[in-house]
């Protein structure tokens, strides 16, 4: 039986107990406040990734994993023992991970390296890597974990509920009228990542308790059925997951909806206090 490794990018959000006992390796993407780097959720927290946005006047942005540190992660593991390496990606459109980790696996070993690009983000992300680490444990083949990987691509959502948009205004996906309006109003879009990997604004709400409560509208009329994982994310908005998990909770009382955090990645670009769903299918 071949050896497999499975690496997520940092952005998928997998817990260190779930990459420990699943043996998922992890490639990291940085924050960035002006010269000072962070990897997510090694050197910066969620929390911590707050206090510094409210006291930061510019937009951090982000870096993804140099050439340099990528091909050290597969070289590492093809050391270890593995015959083959699965890189599970964020969406190409959000991030430049995907293009780099193409060039890496050319240069290392193309044939037994394959990069994915899930064309999503965070925990629904992270979800690809969780089960496709358990296909390998139960010893399936290469090809059966890209097919695998391929289903769920087409079989999965995402939407977030965005609280603030500073971040998008100081982005330029806001003009500043439109963010003062939309403060004003206290209009709070709802975003969705499309078929293409891009993350697009697809309703705007006014009031956050409005856009929870469409969040929680959008994950009952899905009608999952017990083949889907469904998550509830959230970045330092403990209190707006947990309503969004308990009504959605009672809808899927045969789901365990589990919340796990947003992505900082994702959150630089949507903003502290954001909530979102996601759902991928997995059988």
Known sequence: MAKIAIVSDSTGCIPAEELKALDIHVNYISIVFGTESYREFIDMTPEEFMERCEN?????????????????????????????????????????????????????????????????????????????????????????????????????????????????????????????????????????MQPDGTLQAIEKIRTFKKSLKRLIEIGKEAKLTDDYQLVVMHIGNEEGAKTVQAELQEVYPNHEVKIYPISLVVAVHGGPGAVAIGWVKHK
């Open 56 to 192: 930061y006047s510019g937009l951090p942005t982000t870096s993804q994993p140099s050439p340099g540190s990528t091909m050290e992660l597969y070289e590492s593991l093809f050391a270890q023992g593995y015959e083959d390496i699965i890189h599970i990606n964020i969406s190409s459109q959000l991030s430049g991970s995907h293009q780099t980790a193409k060039t890496c696996a050319e240069m290392v070993n193309p044939e037994h390296i394959h990069v994915f690009d899930s064309r999503t983000v965070t925990y629904t992300q992270g979800m690809f890597a969780v089960y496709a680490a358990k296909k390998a444990q139960e010893g399936a083949s290469v090809q059966e974990i890209l097919d695998y990987l391929e289903m769920m691509r087409e079989n999965n959502q995402f939407y977030a509920a965005i609280n603030d948009l500073t971040n998008l205004r100081k982005g330029g996906r806001l003009s500043n009228v439109e963010a003062a309006l939309g403060s004003l109003l206290q209009i709070k879009p709802i975003c969705q």
